[in-house]
């Protein structure tokens, strides 16, 4: 079948398609669940903080699991691996679909996060691999579309399901479609070649699991614990070791799961960087703004959604754009202006006030879509461009792993400046006003976003300085 496929002239967009369905897949479901929070918390008999652990297992398992499967990839092929994402993630699915606890739900989320996993890491991998260096950037501006679209549908979509069918129905929706993507990956993906003929560093792959997981929990629960803390300062100490211990392991093995020399490459490291801090300023105002609208300005859940809409419209619209001109111009210029559009969004939106205009605040979110759209392509086209065909896989694990844990690193650093200055503008002061409540919000959520935008101007002066120093 993928040998008469091959002769067609679109068969490259036949390729793409089966890594688009994963894509999204993983995607909207990232979002979607966050709607049906509040239902599962209730028909399964449990607390805030404990069903909370449903999005969080999922975040840390992606994070903790992107590396070694990217490496798998490289290894026993993409097709064969970015299949088992989808078996995997289908699975999770049916299985969390039928749970009926919210331990059993937390274990299967899991299951799913490793198929997520498997998925964002080689999904990239495998559109590099079979399309030009001159339509990368176009491909991977599509793909930044379908990100987008994804996020957008999923609350959405989530919503309605949940409403019409029951939570149950959000992770029912994911068996069609990753079947659907299955199927696409044995009738379309090409069978892979020269594969390399190495070991699996299954104990560095252990350490920085637990390296990662450490260090996650440290960051999600610091606000909670105390960031001096016996719980925080104990999980940050054992990231680590664990970590220093990795790399000793990694630097005495034949075959390591991660060859740490990609890191010499130039573009390669600040494009990561840049990405990673891209997402921490994006994700001051993605965890933050929906309590500014609901808590301050008393809007809709509706009115929410739409305003909250604009920032991936805008960056669905730009991306592919963004992407096509990267081919022509490269992705310095682009990559530098996007972030320093992001930062003009993000301090557009901390100087809001109590009574701002709905249109002004969509312009903020306009602003940061902008920019995130002409970042995010170009960026993941340098990235992924620069290293060699048999790195692809660890590339694209890399660039996740850049990804999620600036969303982690962002929201962390979001709420503790939030909850600092809350604590500082209501210090001695023993029953607030619901006007001081107010003010006090205000300090924080302006705080930390004015630190968000920090973080992208820092992203745009590291994007200026990638280019005119060796690639390899």
Avoid at 23 to 28: I, L, P, S
Avoid at 126 to 138: D, L
Avoid at 255 to 281: C, D, H, Q, R, V
Avoid at 399 to 414: K, P, Q, S
Wanted: net charge positive; with cysteine.
């Amino acid at each position: 079948m993928q040998e008469k496929l091959q002769h067609l002239p679109y068969y490259k967009w036949l390729i793409f398609s089966v890594m688009s369905i994963g894509v999204f897949m993983a995607t909207m479901t990232a979002s979607v669940v966050n709607v049906a929070l509040p239902p599962i918390t209730i028909a399964l008999h449990t607390d805030i903080p404990t069903a909370q652990w449903v999005v969080t297992a999922y975040l840390l398992a992606i994070t903790s699991m992107l590396p070694l499967v990217g490496r798998l990839g490289d290894v026993w092929g993409r097709r064969f691996v970015y299949g088992f994402g989808f078996i995997g993630f289908t699975t999770g699915s049916l299985l969390c679909g039928i749970a009926d606890s919210i331990g059993m739900l937390i274990g299967f989320r899991i299951v799913q996060a490793v198929g997520a996993a498997t998925l964002m890491a080689n999904g990239m991998a495998i559109v590099t691999e079979n399309f030009p260096a001159s339509e990368r950037g176009r491909v991977l501006g599509l793909t930044g579309t379908i990100v987008a679209l994804g996020s957008l549908s999923g609350p959405g979509v989530g919503g309605i399901l949940v409403e019409m069918f029951g939570w149950h129905a959000i992770f029912y929706i994911n068996i069609p479609i990753g079947l659907l993507g299955y199927a696409g990956v044995r009738l379309i993906l090409p069978f892979d070649q020269n594969l390399q003929q190495e070991k699996i560093d299954y104990l560095g792959a252990g350490l920085f699991t637990a390296s990662m997981v450490s260090l996650l929990l440290a960051l999600s629960y610091g606000t909670k614990w105390g960031w001096l803390s016996i719980n925080t300062l104990a999980c940050l100490g054992l990231a680590v070791v664990l970590f220093v211990l990795f790399i000793r392991q990694e630097t005495r093995i034949d075959y390591p799961m991660l060859e740490l020399s990609i890191f010499k490459i130039w573009e390669f490291s600040t494009g990561n960087l840049a990405g990673m801090l891209s997402f921490m300023a994006m994700f001051s105002n993605t965890l933050l703004l929906p309590y500014f609208l609901h808590d301050v300005l008393a809007f809709t859940p509706a009115k929410t959604g739409l305003i909250m809409s604009a920032f991936p419209l805008v960056m669905a619209i730009t991306a592919p754009l963004s992407g096509s001109l990267s081919d022509k111009v490269g992705p310095g210029i682009l990559t530098t202006t996007g972030l320093g559009i992001l930062a003009m969004g993000l301090v557009l939106a901390a100087k809001l006030q109590l009574g701002a205009g709905l249109w002004l605040i969509m312009l903020s979110q306009a602003l940061m879509g902008l920019g995130n759209g002409l970042f995010q392509s170009p960026n993941n086209n340098s990235v992924m461009s620069c290293v060699q065909p048999r790195q692809l896989g660890v590339a694209g694990g890399i660039n996740a792993l850049a990804r999620n844990f600036g969303m982690v690193c962002g929201t962390a650093i979001a709420v503790s400046i939030l909850e600092y200055r809350r604590a500082v503008a209501l210090s001695g002061v023993s029953q607030p006003t619901e006007v001081q409540q107010l003010a006090a919000f205000m300090d924080g959520y302006q705080a930390a976003l004015l630190v968000g935008a920090a973080f992208a101007v820092s992203g745009a002066v590291v994007s200026f300085h990638r280019s005119g120093k060796n690639k390899k």
